[in-house]
């Protein structure tokens, strides 16, 4: 069963800025490439902040409003700061949050929700940049083929964690919806099939039909871990 990961679905050529890259230029490489964002990176090709269309809109924002109000807080300051800026390098958000090369796909999904970002620029051990990843590519992977997601649950599950290699066990799946339907030995082999079944990259849902001969679900542990993606 494939691991997908980042570098599966992330896109490899980057529209980049360096950090000297005047603001009127960013604008434009933002408008005619339709992008959101787009990676600030150094001369050796390492990320060094990112540049977004919320950075840009803050000299709009702040436009003719030039003293700063009584108690503005840090982050306003910050957002004031970059209303005059006219570089990469003062409108940027540093430093860039991103994803290491070999990152699973759940885990950039988690990232770009709890930082509240569209894209992801993918790095090496180095922090060059490699790609980028954004969540419409994340998404590619419920585009998978129901053949190949069937193989995944019959070759990289049943054969492999279930006693009888699972020949009783039918699975069909429709537009990433697997079905589960047949008979196992015990619960936790039905729950092992199940629980496995719903990390396949491309799987939208199952639906579980095992029948099992041992109910064993009283006894704690299956002698399989289970980590988040």
């Known amino acids: 069963m494939k691991n997908w990961h980042v570098d599966d679905v992330m896109t490899q050529a ?27 990176v150094d001369d050796f090709g ?12 803050r000299k709009i924002e702040y ?60 790095v090496d051990d180095l922090g060059r940049l490699v790609g980028i990843v954004s969540r419409g590519d994340l998404l590619k992977v419920h585009l998978r083929p129901d053949d190949d997601i069937r193989r995944d649950v019959q070759e990289g599950i049943l054969h492999i964690y279930l006693a009888d290699g699972g020949p009783r066990v039918e699975v069909t799946v429709q537009d990433g919806l697997v079905a589960l339907k047949g008979h196992v030995d015990r619960w936790s ?33 299956t002698g399989i871990a289970f980590g988040a993606a």
């Not at 800025?17 to 339709?34: F, G, M, Q, S």
């Not at 030039?66 to 306003?76: S, T, V």
């Not at 629980?195 to 064993?216: N, S």
């Open 14 to 40: 980057v529209v980049t800025v360096t950090e000297d890259t005047p603001y009127r230029a960013v604008v434009d490489l933002l408008i005619r490439h339709r992008l959101s964002a787009v990676p600030v």
């Open 46 to 57: 390492r990320v060094t902040g990112v540049v977004s269309e919320a950075d840009l809109l």
């Open 63 to 122: 436009a003719g409003d030039e003293k700063p109000r009584l108690f503005e807080g840090r982050r306003r300051r910050g957002e004031r700061v970059k209303a005059d800026a006219r570089t990469a390098a003062d409108l940027m958000s540093s430093p860039a949050v991103a994803a290491l090369k070999g990152t699973p796909i759940a885990a950039a999904a988690r990232e770009m929700d709890r930082e509240g970002v569209k894209r992801l620029p993918v």
């Open 189 to 221: 082999s039905a729950d092992i099939a199940k629980r496995l079944t719903r990390q396949i990259a491309g799987v939208v849902g199952v639906v579980d039909e095992l029948e099992y001969d041992y109910d064993d679900s009283n006894i704690h542990g």
